[in-house]
């Protein structure tokens, strides 16, 4: 599959899209969209949803790739704190370390996936009827010269489908979080 989308402003499933984004995928020529983000409001404090989200180890309840995560032992959601997710698609399975860059209950929670590839974040911020809570992503330096050194020509293909993921994935993600949350 091959081809560019443009996502505009506007509610999607339930998520609020901020911004004006153009998707590629399946595509050779380098990606120009490496940062998204989307946000939806969830009805509960920013400090319950923090608990929630922070908890890494309850990630496969709500991500349709991360299917499992695991701190280190000892570890627990702390600034410089790692784990392993495992994430899964029809094609393949991997895993992945992430280390956590921002752990301020209530406010954020972010790691990057590799030390240095790509960043996840989350924000909390509250607003009437509960919290707005901004997921996002961002495809790093780090990881892109990663994908060039592992996969030569076929590098920015693979950064075009990772990001179509990600969009795909963001929205999934953010719905299944409000859902279990207002469920009790």
Request: with cysteine; charged share 20%; aromatic share 10%.
């Amino acid at each position: 599959m091959t081809g560019c989308v443009l996502d505009v402003p506007g509610t999607v499933n339930g998520s609020q899209r901020t911004s004006t984004t153009k998707r590629c995928f399946g595509q050779t020529e380098r990606t120009s969209n490496l940062k998204h983000s989307e946000s939806v409001v969830i009805a509960g404090s920013p400090e319950d949803l923090y608990d929630m989200v922070s908890d890494v180890t309850r990630m496969g309840e709500w991500s349709p790739v991360c299917k499992a995560c695991w701190w280190d032992e000892g570890a627990r959601p702390e600034v410089g704190a790692w784990f392993t997710g495992r994430n899964e698609l029809p094609e393949r399975t991997w895993e992945t370390r992430s280390q956590v860059v921002a752990a301020d209950r209530g406010h954020e929670f972010a790691f990057v996936v590799g030390g240095s590839f790509v960043r996840w974040g989350y924000t909390f911020t509250p607003v009437d009827g509960g919290t707005q809570v901004t997921e996002s992503w961002e495809f790093l330096p780090g990881g892109i010269a990663m994908f060039e050194e592992r996969f030569g020509a076929d590098a920015q293909a693979q950064i075009a489908n990772r990001t179509y993921a990600a969009h795909k994935g963001i929205p999934a993600t953010l719905a299944t979080i409000k859902r279990t949350a207002e469920s009790g």
